[in-house]
């Protein structure tokens, strides 16, 4: 079967960094996506990783290693509105999204 | 920019009531999906299209129908309202499924079945 695996709920402080990882076994790949979803509010875009290593995005970063079927998702200078649940997603074989559960970070002052 | 709208926002139906929850986006997609999210499990895909005319079963369309007689809409419907079809539910487009076009979701639509 297909899965991903993300930690449930991660709690950090304001001005520091996490780090979100997302573990994925599926057939095929062909992308992985992070989105990010507030409570209550539709999911939004962060970045898409295809081929191996670090992407940023001003204060957002995503790596890739197809090898191990490993991703994460790197936020640093954490803000209050960075609170929200952090989806992973990845494109399999047939180009259909398998999403996993959401990563719910808790921003502390 | 309006770009993916669901409507209605909320609806409470009583067991066995049918609905059809509908979906428009303004972006010229070809590719629309509506998915289905509960606690502690993924976006869970329950129909989809990819193009005008065409509709295909995902991963648990049991309970649901749907139809795309227009490019920029999608509608699903719920057939006999069931419980366990409580749900927030999501549209999304999307312009293709290659390469890093993200799908673009609504503001979804919170549904109980009483």
């Known amino acids: 079967g297909q899965n991903i695996d993300q930690p449930t709920e991660m709690t950090a402080t304001e001005g520091a960094i996490v780090q979100i990882n997302c573990t994925y076994q599926?057939?095929?790949?062909?992308?992985l996506f992070w989105y990010q979803q507030h409570a209550g509010e539709a999911p939004t875009f962060l970045s898409y990783?295809?081929l191996d290593g670090l992407e940023e995005k001003g204060r957002f970063s995503s790596f890739l290693s197809r090898s191990k079927g490993y991703s994460y998702l790197l936020l640093k200078e954490l803000q209050m509105k960075d609170s929200a649940s952090y989806l992973c997603?990845?494109?399999?074989?047939?180009?259909?999204?398998?999403w996993g559960a959401g990563t719910k970070l808790i921003i502390k002052p | 920019n309006a770009g993916v709208t669901q409507t209605p926002k909320f609806r409470v139906l009583k067991t066995g009531q049918s609905m059809t929850l509908l979906c428009a986006q303004d972006?010229?997609?070809?590719?629309m999906y509506w998915y289905r999210q509960d606690p502690g499990m993924g976006l869970r895909l329950i129909h989809y299209s990819v193009g005008e005319g065409t509709t295909a079963k995902g991963e648990v369309p049991d309970g649901y129908n749907v139809s795309r007689l227009k490019k920029q809409n999608f509608l699903l419907g719920l057939e006999s309202a069931a419980p366990s079809q409580t749900s927030v539910y999501f549209c999304?487009?999307?312009?293709?499924?290659?390469?890093?076009?993200?799908?673009?979701f609504g503001d979804g639509t919170r549904l109980s079945i009483l």
């Open positions: 997603a990845v494109v399999d074989s047939n180009y259909q999204l398998i």
């Open positions: 990783n295809v």
């Open positions: 999304a487009s999307s312009p293709t499924v290659e390469g890093n076009q993200p799908q673009h």
């Open positions: 599926t057939s095929g790949f062909n992308g």
């Open positions: 972006m010229n997609h070809e590719y």
